[in-house]
């Protein structure tokens, strides 16, 4: 699911190529992606690209400024957006959406079969603020606003940094990451962490997703268009399960519930505990290795969810 960074870096590609220019129309192949019908899509032909915004994940679009109106685009799991020639079909079966311009088109592509995205037409700033779950910015919240949303409930640290309410932005993969460079286990609750732990948390927040946004913008005033991707090179561990942490050398290890998988270095951030992997741990009961060393000797350095036996998930 593309997170702060990658629409950050989308919305830094259309501020150079599209803002400024006029939108032709939009072209809607997704049957179930738009989800609103007032205003409806042509009362934007015409209208001048004035600016974009990013409401947690979502990426705004904004029209005129005496009357302003958006379209609200969350690309949910495995939306993508392209830049094209003026007029470019459609691409495929994934090509959900085309926002022609004048000086070219904006597309939107779904892989896969389930259809996630949403597009939505709003007018004015009060319809606008009603996309905003509430979540402070992470990169930019203060000291206090920051431990004030890590304590409003009591979570796990991966959970939490994905809660739309608390953190603006994150999901699983930078959340893997930030977790990686604070040296923080991924199911240490929320209350449990000290002032220091807290401050060190924040840090990395800022700086992982400071230095991936800059990465994937990189280049766009040139007029490249961000590669944006589930598993991208050069993160620490997410993705990389088996493969050494780039920190100890240690393999990466998983934890898996349901179709969502936590990425973790256990000498770096559990004290070389392996978390059980629910389905794994069940299937291997008493005999489920729980520190690296014994898991390495058994399996090769696999992993998987939670050994404290909460049924979590992280």
Known sequence: MPELPDVEAYRAALEVRAVGHTLGGVRVRGVFLLRTVEP??????????????????????????SDPRYLVLHLMLAGRLGWAKPGAGLPGKRGQAAFDFDDGTLLLTEAGSRRMASLHAVVGERALASFDPGGVEPVTASPDAFAEALGRERHTLKRALTTPSLFAGIGGAYADEILHEAELSPVT?????????????????????TRWTAHLSEGVEAGRWPKVTAFQEGMAVHGRYR??????????????????????????Q?????????????????????SLESWEERVGGSGGARADGSGRSP
């Open 243 to 268: 493969q050494p942490c780039p920190r100890c050398g240690a393999p990466v290890q998983r934890i898996r519930y349901a179709e969502r998988e936590t990425n973790y270095c256990a000498t770096c």
């Open 270 to 290: 559990t004290g070389g505990v392996v978390l059980a992997d629910r389905a794994l741990s069940r299937l291997l009961g008493k005999d489920w290795p729980r």
């Open 189 to 209: 609750l929320t209350s449990s962490l000290d002032p220091d732990q807290v401050e060190r948390l924040r840090s990395a927040c800022r700086s992982v997703l």
């Open 40 to 65: 409806p899509l042509p009362a934007f032909a015409g209208l001048r690209l004035t600016g974009t915004r990013r409401i947690g994940k979502r990426l705004v679009l904004a029209f005129e400024e």
